[in-house]
């Protein structure tokens, strides 16, 4: 067993007060927004951040939550919900309840785990062993299911704004070998537009820094045992499994408000390539199979389904398979799952392609909103074994000063007006296969 210190009842009661808080001040609609999940959602926002934090909670104009940070005095966001799903509860994300058999097994890849698990073992050994107890868990741990992408939400592990910069060069190391560099240049410049965001909103906040972002260690980095980290703070949770030579790097989330600023003098704009790619696809198709995608021209302030909290969500497909699509709209739909998938470390994002293209034909294109080049609009691809979510929100922070008396603020949530501003992505594992949970299982079922 790990030596990490659990949270206590005294918290969990904290967390607690804090969901019943936000519920009675911001409302449903804060409170989904504070989830990173849709209020239309079948499953209910849950599971809160501590009041008693230790690094504070939002003032006025804070992203934690609604409109104008949230409402609930002290803790600073949500977590992922009411209905947190223990690691032993979960199932995945399924379109009824019932996972689908078969899809993924224990096999050779041919692609060599050394690097990170090289990089993953010289980062734990660089910490002192407080940190190094604060950070490590079992593999089949809760704390994998316990992210979020908002920023005042209560973090285990080691805080990278708290260690010394070697220790920190040897965090940045790991995500580097087991990111691609689009996804690390991704990760770091999120990290910088949190930091911008701060500034921005009225500077000082712990949260809404380069260095409020955690990392915790579910196993012991091995090439042939099961482990993994993840990687997580505000608008940035990436969770990245290892078995022998196979990789899992879902639920990705990744998301940014603003999504364009020039923080320390360098001009960052994000989720370029997601916005082109998702319009790539819709412009691909003919007319009738665009009135098939399209369910509405008008969006909400939020239209994500599986963000935090949502890890047993059930999504029925929507939209229109690529069965029925031609053949350059069925290349234009796979560059834009490599756009997700190519956020892993090139050699396993090929591998991670490969299992994608097999179940293409029911692969299915969802889109909600405009179509212009700079609509706000949501778009999900969604097959057996890939779950995509892109975004576009109405704003929290950024945008509109007016309204909060010049800190930042914005009109935020469901009932918001999108804008290209504010983005959340996901990507996931559909039928049991986020967090590398299957696979997991298949190990103990055949090794054990």
Not at 42 to 61: E, H, L, W
Not at 212 to 220: E, I, K, R
Not at 294 to 322: C, F, M, P, R, V
Not at 435 to 443: A, F, I, R, T
Request: proline share 4%; net charge negative; aromatic share 8%.
């Amino acid at each position: 067993m790990s030596a990490h210190r659990p949270r206590t009842p005294e918290t969990e009661r904290s967390r607690r007060w804090f969901m019943n808080k936000a519920l009675l001040t911001g409302g449903v609609a804060a409170l989904a927004t504070m989830t990173g999940c849709s209020s239309g959602s079948s499953d209910s926002a849950s599971t809160s951040a501590s009041a008693s934090s230790s690094y504070g909670g939002p003032p006025n104009g804070m992203p934690s939550g609604g409109p104008g940070g949230g409402g609930a005095p002290g803790g600073g966001g949500m977590g992922p919900g009411a209905s947190e799903v223990k690691y032993a509860d979960f199932t995945g994300v399924t379109t009824d309840g019932k996972i689908v058999d078969d899809l993924y097994s224990i096999h050779a890849t041919d692609v060599s785990t050394d690097s990170v698990v090289k990089a993953a073992q010289a980062f734990l050994d660089g910490l002192s062993s407080a940190q190094r107890k604060s950070c490590v868990f079992d593999v089949d741990d809760d704390e994998w299911l316990k992210w979020s992408n908002v920023d005042g939400y209560e973090r285990q592990g080691v805080r990278m704004g708290d260690i010394t910069d070697k220790q920190r060069d040897l965090g940045y190391a790991l995500l580097g070998t087991a990111l691609s560099a689009d996804g690390l240049t991704q990760t770091r410049n999120i990290m910088k537009l949190n930091a911008f965001l701060g500034d921005y909103s009225g500077g000082g906040r712990d949260t809404l820094t380069e260095g409020a972002y955690f990392f915790t260690f579910m196993g012991t980095p091995s090439t042939t045992k099961p482990w993994g980290f993840q990687y997580e703070g505000h608008h940035v949770a990436i969770n990245y499994f290892v078995l022998g030579d196979q990789v899992v790097m879902t639920p990705t989330f990744m998301g940014s408000e603003p999504t364009s600023a020039t923080y320390d003098g360098e001009k960052i704009t994000l989720f370029k390539k997601e916005t082109a790619a998702g319009l790539a696809v819709l412009r691909a198709l003919t007319d009738a199979q665009r009135k098939k995608v399209i369910s509405s021209e008008t969006k909400a302030g939020d239209n994500l389904k599986a963000g935090a909290g949502q890890d047993n969500l059930k999504l029925a497909y929507q939209g229109l398979a690529a069965a029925q699509f031609s053949d350059t709209a069925r290349d234009k739909l796979l560059d834009l799952v490599r756009v997700y998938v190519g956020n892993m470390a090139d050699a396993h994002a090929e591998v991670r392609m490969s299992e994608v293209e097999d179940h293409l034909d029911d692969t299915y294109f969802y889109w909600i909103g405009e179509t212009k080049d700079s609509s706000a609009f949501y778009y999900r691809v969604h097959s057996p074994v890939v779950l995509i979510e892109y975004d576009a929100q109405s704003p929290l922070a950024y945008g509109n000063k007016s309204s909060t008396g010049g800190t930042g603020g914005g009109t935020g949530g469901p009932g918001g007006t999108p804008t290209q501003q504010h983005i959340h992505t996901i990507i996931r594992t559909p039928n049991g296969g986020d967090y590398g949970v299957d696979l997991l299982k298949l190990h103990l079922e055949n090794d054990h």
